[in-house]
C-alpha cells in the first residue's frame, strides 16, 4: 500500500469495475488525493486511515447473486460520506434493508437524468443532464431514511440518498467521458459533502516526497535503471532533487535504440542536470543473443533476461566500489501498477504479449526498493517532470517500448534491419514534429516488415524493404484509433523514407485499430 499522504483523501473501495482507475483519477483532477483499496478492507482499517470520504465502485456483480463481492457494512457507521457508483449503490440499498432486482428494461448507453436541484452533488449544475448507464439491476425498495433524489425514463431511483447520514447512491457512471458533467458530480461530493480542498498538488507531492526519500535513503546511495523514458527520467531528477551525488544512474545501451539515443540521454542527464551516470554499451552482446530469432515473445524474454544479467553486473560493481552505502535501489513503480493486485477477479488476463518494460531484479541483490512515482498516475507523472524542470520533449514523449526497436523490426533482428527502421523512425519524429502533430498523438513511430516488392528508382528495378507507418491515439494504450494525418503529411514522410533511407521502395499506412489490432506490431 502507498504511504499515506498528510492531505485529505477518499478511499475508493474496488468491486472490479473496469472504471476503478478512472474513478480514482477523477477525484485527483479535483485536486483531492486518492487510494484504491480492496471491496474486502475491514471498517476498522478505513477508520485508520481518516479518509474524508468513501467511493464503492461498480461491479460485473449483482448484489443478490451467492458469491457477489459485498463490503464491511460497518463503514456506513463510521461517520464518514459514502457514495456508491451502479454496482455500489446497489450494495448500498442491498445492505441497508432495501431490494435491488433485475430489471425488465436493461439501461446501456446514454441516458437523460432528472436531478434534484437541492441535493449537494447537483450544485450549480442544469435539471437535466446527459448520464451513461451500465446496469441490468433495478433498486425497487429503498432502505430506510433514503429517498430519490434523481430520476432516468427508466429508473425512478436513479440517484439516491441518505442526507442525514451523507450516504448516496449514483445507477449511473459519472467518472466516464459520456457523462459529460460526471466530473463535477464527482467534485460536488468530495469538495461540498466530504469538505475536501484542493491540495493535492505536485508541488507538494515532490516536497513531501524528497523528504520521505531523506528519511528512508538516510546517508545510503541508490541505484536507478535509467532509460531514457518519462516514468524513470522523473524518478532520477526527482531522486536527485532529493539526495544529490548519492544517485547514480546506470543506462543500458542495447542497441536497440533510436537515432541518437544513447548520447542524447547522456548530455541531458551528465550534463545539464549533473546526475552521476553509468552508461554500459551491450549492443554486441544484445544483437549476438537475438541473432536468428524471429518469435516476438523470444525477442521479448532474451532483451529482458539479458538487461538484467547486464544491469546486475553493473550495479554489483557499484555495490563493490562501496559496499557501505550503495543499498537502495529505485524503480519508476507507478500507481496501477501498485493496484493491480486490487482486482477481484482472479482470473489472469489472456497473454496478449509480455508486458514490455522488464521485471524485478533477483533478490539476490538485496537492494531495499525506493519507488518515488508509486502514488502517481501516469498525467501526475508528467506534471512532477514539469514542475522539476523537464522539458516538454521529455514529459510528453511518447510511449517506447522496453524492447526498443526490436519489436519494431518484424523478423530476424540484425545491425543493417536496425539502421533502416532506425534512420525511417528518425524520419517519421522529425516530420510529426515539424508539422506539429506529434504532440497531437499517442504513438508515431515506423515498422519494418519482412516485405520485399519490386520498385523502380531512376531507370534501375529495385527489389527492396517495406516501411509500415503506425500512428494511433489513446487514451491508456487500452483501446486505440489509427490517426487520420492530412495527405501532404503521409507523402512527405512517404516521400522522405523512400528517398533518404538505403534499401526502402515502399511505404504502407497501417489503419488498424487496437482491438482486434495491438498498437505495436510485435
Known amino acids: 500500500m502507498p504511504s499515506q499522504p498528510a492531505e485529505e483523501k477518499i478511499l475508493i473501495l474496488d468491486f472490479g469495475s473496469q472504471y476503478t482507475q478512472v474513478i480514482a ?73 432495501g431490494k435491488v432486482e433485475r430489471s425488465a428494461a436493461r439501461e446501456y448507453g446514454p441516458g437523460q437524468l432528472q436531478g434534484d436541484p437541492k441535493c449537494a452533488l447537483f450544485d450549480k449544475l442544469p435539471a437535466k443532464l446527459e448520464v451513461w448507464n451500465s446496469h441490468g439491476d433495478k433498486i425497487t425498495k429503498l432502505p430506510a431514511g433514503f429517498r430519490p433524489l434523481g430520476k432516468t425514463e427508466n429508473s425512478p431511483h436513479a440517484v439516491i440518498g441518505d442526507t442525514k447520514r451523507h450516504i448516496y447512491g449514483l445507477q449511473f457512471h459519472p467518472e466516464v467521458v459520456h457523462t459529460p458533467r460526471g466530473k463535477e458530480i464527482l467534485a460536488n461530493f468530495v469538495h461540498r459533502i466530504c469538505g475536501c480542498k484542493s491540495n493535492w498538488t505536485m508541488e507538494s507531492f515532490i516536497d513531501r516526497t524528497c523528504r520521505e526519500i531523506r528519511k528512508q535513503v538516510g546517508e545510503g546511495r541508490v541505484i536507478l535503471g ?62 549476438k543473443k537475438l541473432k536468428g530469432v524471429t518469435d516476438p515473445e523470444r525477442k521479448r524474454k532474451i532483451i529482458g533476461n539479458e538487461f538484467i544479467k547486464v544491469f546486475e553486473k553493473a550495479a554489483r560493481d557499484l555495490k563493490k566500489s562501496d559496499p557501505g552505502h550503495y543499498r537502495f535501489l529505485a524503480q519508476g513503480t507507478l500507481y496501477p501498477d501498485v493496484i493491480e493486485s486490487v482486482s477481484i477477479s482472479g482470473n489472469p488476463a489472456a497473454l496478449i504479449k509480455s508486458h514490455h518494460n522488464v521485471g524485478g531484479l533477483p533478490e539476490k541483490m538485496k537492494f531495499e526498493l525506493v519507488e518515488p512515482l508509486r502514488q502517481l498516475f501516469k498525467d501526475e507523472v508528467r506534471e512532477v517532470g514539469a514542475e522539476l524542470g523537464l522539458s516538454k520533449e521529455i514529459v510528453h514523449r511518447q510511449p517506447f517500448p522496453g524492447p526498443g526497436l526490436a519489436v519494431r523490426v518484424i523478423g530476424e533482428i540484425t545491425a543493417e534491419r536496425l539502421r533502416i527502421v532506425r534512420e525511417a523512425d528518425a524520419i517519421v519524429l522529425e516530420e510529426m514534429k515539424a508539422s506539429g502533430w506529434y504532440y497531437k498523438v499517442w504513438q508515431s513511430f515506423a515498422v519494418l516488415l519482412p516485405v520485399r516488392s519490386v520498385g523502380v528508382m531512376g531507370d534501375e528495378r529495385t527489389y527492396d524493404d517495406t516501411i509500415a507507418l503506425r500512428i494511433v491515439n489513446s487514451h491508456d ?46
Not at 458469491?67 to 449503490?89: N, T
Not at 551525488?245 to 541531458?268: P, S, Y
Not at 495527405?487 to 523512400?498: D, G
Request: proline share 4%.
Open 226 to 287: 535509467l532509460s531514457g523514458g518519462v516514468d524513470s527520467s522523473v524518478a532520477a531528477v526527482l531522486l536527485h532533487k532529493a539526495i544529490g551525488d548519492r544517485l547514480t544512474c546506470i543506462f543500458v545501451n542495447n542497441g536497440l535504440l533510436r537515432a541518437n539515443e544513447a548520447t542524447a540521454v547522456e548530455k541531458l542527464f551528465s550534463r545539464e542536470f549533473r546526475i552521476r551516470m553509468k552508461t554500459v554499451d551491450a549492443s554486441e552482446q544484445f544483437l
Open 25 to 97: 483519477r477523477r477525484v485527483r483532477e479535483c485536486r483531492v488525493y486518492s487510494e484504491i483499496l480492496p471491496f474486502r478492507t475491514k471498517a476498522s482499517e478505513i477508520k485508520k486511515l481518516r479518509p474524508s470520504g468513501i467511493i464503492l465502485s461498480g461491479g460485473p456483480a449483482s448484489v443478490y447473486a451467492a458469491k457477489a463481492p459485498q463490503v464491511d457494512k460497518k463503514i456506513y457507521d463510521l461517520g464518514i460520506p459514502v457514495l456508491g457508483i451502479c454496482y455500489g449503490m446497489q450494495l448500498i440499498a442491498h445492505g441497508l434493508g
Open 477 to 522: 494504450g487500452m483501446t486505440a484509433d489509427w490517426v487520420r494525418l492530412p495527405h501532404e503529411l503521409l507523402a512527405k514522410i512517404s516521400a522522405r523514407v523512400i528517398n533518404e533511407v538505403k534499401g526502402v521502395n515502399r511505404v504502407c499506412y497501417d489503419i488498424s485499430s487496437k482491438p482486434p489490432a495491438t498498437i505495436e506490431w510485435e
